[in-house]
């Protein structure tokens, strides 16, 4: 059995939710549509397969999106048996996958770096790369889940937008719900609100279904209310995950999480983002150069391919939005909880980074 195989053995044994993993020669996903009346899995062969599912949305969340992107370099240089043009033409097709996903493009370009060399020996040279960005990952998520712990106090309810959960990182909690989890693992009582995150109900779907699994208390709203939610005092912190930090601490999160953090100022309540170093952009100044993605305007208009309007009528799907620093309180890392002023302190950061 080579490491990779031991590797994903002992995470499987660990109890750890895989959003991906590698046997026999291919990739298994969770297929994160089904989720949470199904939990179903399925082969990938090709890279162009998994671009296809990541696209779709199968396989979603930054931290699975990196460990995708790595997983799909080591399957490029199996199949291409270390074809070094092929294996990078793979990494562009990857990348191009979600535009506004930094931990993406960041992965797949770290473990390009290493394909080098004669091609017999690319495969594990890149195997040994996807093996220490797994653990990496899976050690930033205890490392941030433990400082922002800190900042959870008993009895909290916690609000968090869209899925930012096990199944969209590397299997432990991914960033807000390391957050949660390890707050509620040193035995503080804890709620949750989750908020649906239409039009692809992540948070109805996936977050209530970890939190159910983890045993964590939580109640699910429609995006709608929360707003009415903290007005009440339903809400004592906000913790969130990050699709990308720009360096002036600008945050790009599911669309949604801009209002969320609007009501958060009026009502006194700390706005946290959970996030890792390789999220934080720090070649992109300010929200404003975050470029988002906008998917197709049907998901709107649909629920699970039922029309929701009247055929032809026009709808609008930016994925993302951009929440400015001064709205922040703080952004949880690996490395420690920072706060404003974030562009200077996201800057000491950035040397400490790996
Ligand atoms: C997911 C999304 C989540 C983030 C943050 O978008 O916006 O809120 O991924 O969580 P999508 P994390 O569902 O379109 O991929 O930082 O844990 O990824």
Redesign the pocket.
């Given at each position: 059995m080579n490491d990779l195989h031991q590797l994903v053995s002992k995470f499987k044994d660990d109890q750890l939710l895989l959003p991906i993993w590698f046997e026999n020669g291919s990739l298994k996903i969770l297929d994160q549509l089904k989720l949470p009346f199904q939990e179903e899995y399925y082969t990938i062969h090709s890279v162009e397969d998994l671009a296809k599912a990541i696209k779709d949305?199968n396989i979603?969340?930054?931290?699975a999106?990196g460990i995708s992107g790595a997983y799909g370099i080591y399957l490029a240089a199996l199949n291409s048996k270390g074809h070094i043009h092929e294996i990078h033409q793979a990494g562009q097709l990857l990348k191009s996958t979600?535009p506004t996903?930094i931990n993406l493009m960041k992965t797949v370009d770290e473990v390009l770096s290493t394909v080098s060399g004669k091609p017999e020996e690319v495969a594990s040279k890149v195997e040994a790369k996807v093996i220490e960005i797994l653990k990496r990952q899976l050690e930033f998520e205890h490392k941030l889940g433990e400082y922002g712990a800190t900042l959870i106090d008993d009895g909290d309810t916690i609000l968090t937008?869209?899925?930012?959960?096990a199944v969209?990182?590397s299997g432990y909690g991914?960033?807000?719900l390391s957050v949660i989890r390890k707050a509620f693992d040193q035995g503080k009582s804890l709620n949750v609100i989750a908020c649906e995150t239409r039009p692809?109900l992540?948070g109805a779907r996936i977050t209530t279904y970890e939190l159910k699994k983890f045993g964590i208390p939580h109640t699910l709203i429609t995006d709608n209310m929360s707003g009415f939610c903290m007005k009440n005092g339903m809400v004592q912190k906000i913790v969130?995950?990050?699709?990308r930090v720009a360096s002036n601490g600008d945050l790009a999160?599911?669309v949604g999480?801009y209002m969320h953090a609007l009501a958060a100022k009026e009502h006194n309540i700390p706005f946290y983002t959970?996030?890792s170093s390789h999220?934080i952009d720090f070649d992109t100044n300010n929200g404003d150069s975050i470029e988002i993605e906008y998917r197709d305007a049907a998901e709107v208009t649909h629920i699970n391919n039922s029309p929701i309007a009247l055929e032809g009528t026009k709808a609008l799907y930016p994925?993302?939005d951009i929440t400015p620093n001064h709205l922040i309180k703080g952004i949880i890392t690996e490395k420690g909880v920072i706060s404003a002023p974030f562009e200077q302190n996201l800057k000491v950061l950035e040397t400490q980074f790996v």
């Open positions: 949305m979603r969340g930054s931290g999106l979600r996903a937008h869209c899925h930012s959960g969209g990182g991914g960033r807000a692809y992540q969130v995950g990050s699709d999160n599911k999480t959970a996030t999220t994925s993302f």
